[in-house]
């Protein structure tokens, strides 16, 4: 039997929903304001993953311009029914958080193969968050959704809510009913599925908040719309495995939850798959934070193998409910290859953007993003503390120790255009080692900017004069620090920018978000937005 080592997927890769089609594995993540929104993953051994799709990446109804952090698409569900042989991918566009209102959109959307096309998306309900869609034996299909309650006095953040679903009517259809207000007394309950196993429809739920109480519990009933049982044993995977009571508190990140002898931290949000061989996983979301609590990966996905009781409840395989930093695999499955650290070398040579490329709010565009080539060019636009139109595109950082390069060919012509080499967490918070321009002494200059909470730091007061207007642009990022380098000549040794540089402020607690640190290229032109930037590749490392 193989041992699969978690997370499963490093970096930024939270909220996961597994499922099961024949011999392939597929997860659905979320991805916030970074667009095309919703990642999809394929697997044959649960233990090696490949990005293959994004589903709203055709989908101009989804605009994410303007969202705040942590705003966007949230908690995609995916699900196959397999009377129809259709795929449903099931999401919360969350477009304000603003006194506590959640002003978010649900929708379903279909399709015969995972690779799409999908349908138009379908609205679904504006209740609350984290919906995800059952399909029964009967064919009838069935929301579950965290119905988030605003009103004092009663239970917060709310109930789970059942509602039908027709697909031919496009909408769901009868009254919603309350089925539970949680399985445990850790409260913060969201993102149920639901689950039909041996005569009983399981709920599992994720709660304690999505920080260091979090947990995935599972609840029971022998009728779908309840009532329902709470397994005497919740929650059935945890960082944090004792009893606590926080009902009707608010707080999603608890870091007094923190348990330093968890190997895992932050384990909840599970969502369970049933293999080929008759075994059973939950596929839940985690952390791994630096000390201090700063969690710069972000949240990111790993995988627990479970077994059923006799009197049908789920365990783990080792008999503990404490998330584990290892798995066993699928009996007689061998891993297709060793897993390893994840590495994009992109020298933008094919005719579309690799799926790994991410970009902030907006959309990629011809208008600002073309593939030549021998490369890629960038025009710039908006600053980075736009949450509008922004020329930045990037990918998740996956390890602590990582090593990221880049080609560039950029001259200015003003002081407000640059281009380079971005750490970027939000709009508010990121790094930017850039070419600029120095009107004094009418040349090209390079430094590193600096944005913390929204204030805007030149880190070196010095500029580095860059006589050909072209260089090799590093970062390489130590745990909680970031070195910046570069040099003019392919031949020529590293230089460092200035001192190495904290980067510990670039994670979900210090920003109060919920996506991870991101690397990419990026540039802006606040003069008449007709510079441009030629990058030759891009290339990250990752050593663990």
């Known amino acids: 039997m193989t ?37 999809v993953y394929h697997s044959k051994d ?9 589903p709203l990446a055709d989908v101009p109804e989804v605009d994410l311009r303007g969202t705040m952090t942590p705003g966007g698409i949230w908690a995609p569900d995916l699900s196959y029914d397999k009377q129809t042989k259709l795929f449903w991918m099931t999401y919360s566009k969350m477009n304000n958080q603003d006194g506590r209102m959640f002003d978010a959109d649900n929708y379903t959307m279909s399709a015969e193969s995972i690779m799409g096309p999908w349908s138009k998306p379908v609205y679904l309900n504006s209740i609350g968050f984290d919906p995800s869609l059952f399909h029964d034996d009967d064919g009838r299909k069935w929301v579950v959704t965290l119905e988030w309650e605003t009103r004092l006095g009663y239970q917060h953040p709310g109930a789970i809510v059942l509602e039908e679903f027709d697909p031919k009517q496009g909408k769901l259809i009868g009254d919603p009913v309350r089925i539970t207000r949680g399985g445990t007394d850790r409260g913060a309950q969201e993102a149920p599925h639901l689950y039909k196993h041996d005569g009983y429809y399981y709920l599992m739920t994720a709660e304690g908040g999505t920080g260091y109480g979090h947990a995935v519990v599972l609840q029971r009933s022998k009728n779908i719309a309840g009532p329902y049982e709470s397994d005497p044993q919740n929650p059935i995977i945890t960082s944090t495995p004792y009893y606590y009571y926080r009902r009707n508190d608010p707080d999603a990140g608890r870091p007094d939850l923190y348990n330093p002898d968890a190997p895992l931290q932050k384990a909840g949000h599970g969502s369970l798959v049933s293999t080929q061989t008759g075994e059973w996983y939950v ?13 710069i990966l972000g949240r990111e996905t790993s995988l627990q193998k479970m077994v059923w009781t006799d009197d049908g409840w789920l365990r783990m395989a080792d008999g503990s409910n404490l998330a584990k930093a290892s798995t066993p695999g699928m009996t007689g499955v061998e891993l297709e290859h060793a897993q390893r650290p994840f590495t994009l070398i992109d020298d933008f040579g094919k005719s579309t953007l690799d799926l790994h490329w991410l970009t902030p709010y907006g959309r990629p565009s011809k208008d600002w993003l073309t593939l030549q080539d021998q490369g890629l060019r960038m025009r710039g636009r908006q600053s980075f503390f736009s949450r509008m139109d922004v020329s930045l595109m990037a990918t998740a950082v996956t390890g602590f120790h990582e090593t990221v390069t880049t080609k560039l060919k950029f001259k200015p012509i003003h002081f407000s255009q640059s281009a ?24 090209t200059v390079l430094d590193v900017v600096q944005a913390k909470d929204g204030e805007r730091t030149e880190l070196e007061p010095i500029k580095i004069p860059v006589a050909s207007s072209a260089a090799e642009l590093r970062v390489t990022t130590d745990d909680a620090q970031a070195q910046f380098s570069w040099r003019e000549d392919v031949n020529a040794k590293w230089v460092p920018v200035g001192k190495p540089v904290d980067i510990s402020f670039l994670s979900d607690e210090d920003v109060d978000g919920f996506t991870g640190l991101m690397v990419g290229i990026g540039a802006w032109d606040a003069y008449r937005r007709e510079s441009y930037a030629d990058f030759g590749w891009f290339m990250t490392e990752t050593q663990g």
């Open 3 to 39: 041992e699969i080592q978690n997370p499963i997927l490093p970096g930024f890769t939270p909220d996961p929903s597994i499922l099961r089609v024949g011999e392939d594995y597929y997860i659905a993540t979320s991805t916030f304001h970074w667009n095309p929104g919703i990642q």
């Open 46 to 54: 649960l233990a090696n993953w490949e990005l293959i799709a994004h």
């Open 283 to 295: 596929a839940h979301l985690s952390a791994r934070p630096l000390p201090g609590l700063h969690s």
């Open 420 to 443: 380079g080499l971005v750490l970027y967490y939000d709009n508010h918070n990121w790094l930017f080692e850039r070419l600029s321009y120095d009107e004094r002494n009418d040349q």
